[in-house]
């Protein structure tokens, strides 16, 4: 499975950038996520969304500001950032797995498919 991501860019703090994910196959019956990983450290889950039921998660640092979805007629998954901080500042990647429960949706070690990133940069 091939992940491509895109929508990356620059943009100033409090507005917003929408990141795109089409995975190479329909993987659309499993978990499906976004993480992002700045200079220096490690990489964190932002957010996941189970596609079978809808279900989604977020880190505490995103909750309320970013929303995670899946776009079925166009194969894509999608993450909209509003209220962008510069802590925001990060290379962002999407992964997916193959279908079936996992007890951390946001621990990116569960994940088997990754893209290969897009940067995103706030400026304050």
């Known amino acids: 499975v091939h992940v491509v991501e895109s929508g990356g860019g620059s943009v100033q703090a409090r507005g917003s950038l929408t990141l795109s994910c089409t995975p190479s196959e329909n993987t659309y019956s499993g978990y499906m996520a976004w993480f992002r990983q700045s200079p220096g450290k490690g990489r964190e889950g932002v957010a996941a969304i189970y596609t079978a039921n809808g279900a989604t998660f977020y880190d505490d640092s995103v909750t309320g500001r970013f929303t995670i979805s899946v776009d079925r007629m166009n194969d894509t998954l999608r993450l909209q950032m509003n209220t962008l901080k510069p802590e925001d500042t990060a290379m962002y990647y999407c992964?997916?797995?193959?279908?079936?429960?996992?007890?951390?949706?946001?621990?990116?070690?569960?994940?088997?498919?990754w893209g290969q990133g897009t940067q995103v940069t706030v400026s304050s």
């Open positions: 992964a997916t797995r193959p279908p079936g429960a996992i007890p951390f949706p946001l621990l990116a070690s569960l994940y088997e498919y």
